[in-house]
């Protein structure tokens, strides 16, 4: 009767069974406790002194991880939960995440255990870059946010998602302002204060037609967030471009996809 209970599903949390949403539970108020946020935990929501949220993305997300990474998962979700009431946001949804989502190159080791079923591949010439995907991030004044499964768990339509996460990504390459260096002929490195420098490898077309005018292939790779590196299609460019991205790059050397 023991394990038959323990592994009914939750009548409030339906991802998890009965034991495992009141283990959910108990780390939800553990963290609010810490953050000094007076609430009550009971069913499937939290009725804070801030407001009152849904626990169903915290239980999704968990869902799909090991027990032992729940109280990291748990306190993660609750400060984005809270960040939303403070800052007066509204859930993610449809109708709330166009103006600011963005679209972001997401490295595997940048995982960290949650949740990304929603991601999709970076495509290069050769098909689909291993290691590395495009995400959505919430793009606010001080912050930038990656999005994982439960942060966009009530938005419905991801395809418009990413139509105004690519948009907005040529928005910030745009605007954000820039410096260039040559390490080699035709090779540039590309820096800019901006957390989405890097992710303009992503807008291919857009990059090549800025920093290398008329070159009708082009290589992208990228060592970490603040810097792209570009260069023209060929040995000696892939050379430099491979040994300035380093060992652990955010986006290995990639040739650019063909029109």
């Known amino acids: 009767m023991g394990l038959f209970?323990?592994?009914?599903?939750?009548?409030?949390?339906?991802?998890?069974?009965?034991?495992?949403?009141?283990?959910v539970r108990d780390l939800v108020?553990?963290?609010?406790?810490?953050?000094?946020?007076?609430?009550s935990v009971d069913g499937g929501h939290i009725d804070s002194s801030l407001g009152y949220l849904s626990?169903?993305?915290?239980?999704?997300?968990?869902?799909?991880?090991?027990r032992g990474s729940w109280p990291v998962i748990v306190d993660e979700v609750v400060k984005r939960m809270v960040r939303s009431l403070v800052d007066g946001a509204d859930q993610?949804?449809?109708?709330?995440?166009?103006?600011?989502?963005?679209?972001?190159?997401?490295?595997?080791?940048?995982?960290?255990?949650?949740?990304?079923?929603y991601v999709r591949p970076v495509q290069g010439a050769d098909g689909a870059v291993p290691g590395v995907s495009v995400a959505l991030a919430w793009d606010g004044e001080e912050t930038l946010d990656v999005l994982n499964d439960a942060a966009l768990s009530e938005v419905r339509d991801l395809d418009l998602a990413f139509r105004a996460g690519r948009e907005n990504l040529v928005e910030d390459l745009a605007a954000a302002p820039v410096e260039t260096t040559e390490l080699a002929e035709g090779v540039v490195e590309i820096s800019s204060p901006s957390w989405l420098t890097a992710s303009w490898a992503l807008l291919p077309e857009e990059v090549?037609?800025?920093?290398?005018?008329?070159?009708?292939?082009?290589?992208?790779?990228?060592p970490d967030h603040r810097h792209l590196l570009v260069g023209p299609d060929a040995e000696?460019?892939?050379?430099?471009?491979?040994?300035?991205?380093?060992e652990t790059p955010v986006l290995p050397v990639v040739r650019r996809p063909s029109r």
Not at 5 to 23: E, I, Q, V
Not at 216 to 222: E, G, T, W
Not at 239 to 244: C, F, H, I, S
């Open 55 to 66: 626990l169903e993305p915290v239980a999704r997300e968990c869902a799909d991880q090991d």
């Open 92 to 117: 993610l949804s449809d109708a709330t995440i166009g103006q600011h989502v963005v679209w972001r190159l997401l490295p595997d080791p940048e995982r960290m255990g949650r949740s990304f079923r």
């Open 208 to 222: 090549a037609a800025r920093f290398l005018p008329g070159g009708a292939s082009v290589l992208l790779a990228a």
């Open 5 to 23: 209970n323990r592994l009914r599903p939750d009548p409030d949390l339906g991802s998890l069974d009965t034991r495992s949403a009141d283990r």
């Open 236 to 246: 000696a460019a892939r050379t430099v471009l491979g040994q300035a991205a380093g």
């Open 29 to 39: 108020r553990s963290s609010l406790d810490a953050l000094g946020i007076e609430a």
